[in-house]
C-alpha cells in the first residue's frame, strides 16, 4: 500500500467540512458494512456512492456482536463475516477503491484492538482519514483515548441525545473531524419520524464544540435528510443505505442521489 502522511490523513475531513461551509452545503455521510453485499461489490458500492454525491463514507468493520446496530447492520455484518472480512480485508478494501472523498473506519474497539499497535497506521496508509469506535465512551480508558487521538486519523465522537452539557463539551474536546449526534436512543435502523427533541439538542451541542455536527441513527428518506440538513451540518445514513445495497447497488446509489439533492435543496 502506498504510504499516507499523519497530516493528511487526520486534516481531510476537516477540510472537506471546510469546503462543504464555504459552498453552504451540508454534508452526505453513507454507512457501508465491509463485504456486504459481497467484498466485490463493496467496491462497487463505495464508489457509487462517491458518483451519488456522497462526502465522506463510513465504512464498518464487520463484527460478531454489534450490540449498537439494529437487525438490518447486524445481518449484514454477519455475511460479511461469513464471507472471510477481517479489519484487514476491510484495510483492503479501502485501499483498492481509492475513493477521491475522506473515508471514516466504524469500527467496535475489540476489532482494532485485535488489529495490533499499527493498526491506525495501517488504515491510514490504505487510505482511511478518521475513525469511529462505537463503546469507547470518553473517559472510561483514557489510555485508548489517548492512542486514538494521538493518531493518524480523525478520532470522530458520538454524542446521544441524553448527554449533559458538561459531558458534551469533554466529548467535543477530546474528538476531531467532525462529532456523530445520535438522534435518538437505541439501535441504528430507518425511522420516518424526526425526534422532536432534536433542535434542542443540536442547540446544546453547538454550544459545546466548535467541531461540525453530523446526525445519524434513523435517517432514511428525502424528507427526513432535507429537515435534519437544515439543522446540522450532515447526515449520516447507514440501516437504509446498507439495506438498499442488499436490493442491489443501483437502488443504493439511486437512494443516495435522492439524499443528496434533499439535502441541497433544504
Not at 460479511?80 to 474497539?109: C, I, K, N, W
Not at 486519523?153 to 449526534?181: K, N, Q
Request: charged fraction near 20%.
Amino acid at each position: 500500500m502506498a504510504s499516507t502522511s499523519a497530516t493528511t490523513s487526520s486534516d481531510a475531513l476537516r477540510e472537506r467540512f471546510a469546503a462543504l461551509a464555504r459552498q453552504g452545503r451540508k454534508a452526505l455521510v453513507p454507512y457501508i458494512t465491509a463485504g456486504h453485499p459481497s467484498p466485490v461489490l463493496s467496491i462497487t458500492l463505495l464508489r457509487a456512492l462517491e458518483e451519488a454525491g456522497a462526502d465522506v463514507v463510513e465504512v464498518g468493520v464487520p463484527f460478531s456482536d454489534p450490540m449498537a446496530d439494529g437487525p438490518v447492520i447486524q445481518a449484514s455484518s454477519q455475511s460479511a463475516l461469513a464471507q472471510g472480512m477481517t479489519f484487514a480485508r476491510t484495510l483492503d478494501l479501502v485501499h483498492e477503491a481509492r475513493l477521491g472523498v475522506p473515508v471514516v473506519l466504524f469500527s467496535y474497539l475489540n476489532p482494532v484492538i485485535a488489529a495490533g499497535p499499527g493498526a491506525l497506521e495501517r488504515a491510514a496508509a490504505a487510505g482511511c482519514h478518521g475513525i469511529l469506535v462505537t463503546d469507547l465512551p470518553v473517559g472510561v480508558d483514557p489510555e485508548r483515548e489517548h492512542w486514538l487521538g494521538s493518531g493518524p486519523l480523525a478520532f470522530v465522537r458520538l454524542v446521544a441525545p441524553t448527554t449533559p452539557d458538561e459531558r458534551m463539551r469533554e466529548i467535543g474536546s477530546h474528538g476531531s473531524g467532525f462529532v456523530y449526534l445520535i438522534s435518538r436512543l437505541g439501535v441504528t435502523g430507518a425511522r420516518d419520524d424526526v425526534p422532536d427533541e432534536l433542535p434542542s439538542t443540536l442547540g446544546r451541542l453547538r454550544r459545546a464544540t466548535s467541531l461540525p455536527i453530523c446526525v445519524g441513527f434513523g435517517i432514511s428518506n428525502a424528507d427526513q435528510a432535507r429537515r435534519i440538513g437544515a439543522l446540522a451540518d450532515g447526515i449520516v445514513v447507514g440501516s437504509a443505505i446498507v439495506r438498499a445495497a442488499g436490493e442491489g447497488i443501483p437502488v443504493a446509489a439511486r437512494l443516495a442521489s435522492e439524499l443528496r439533492r434533499a439535502l441541497d435543496a433544504g
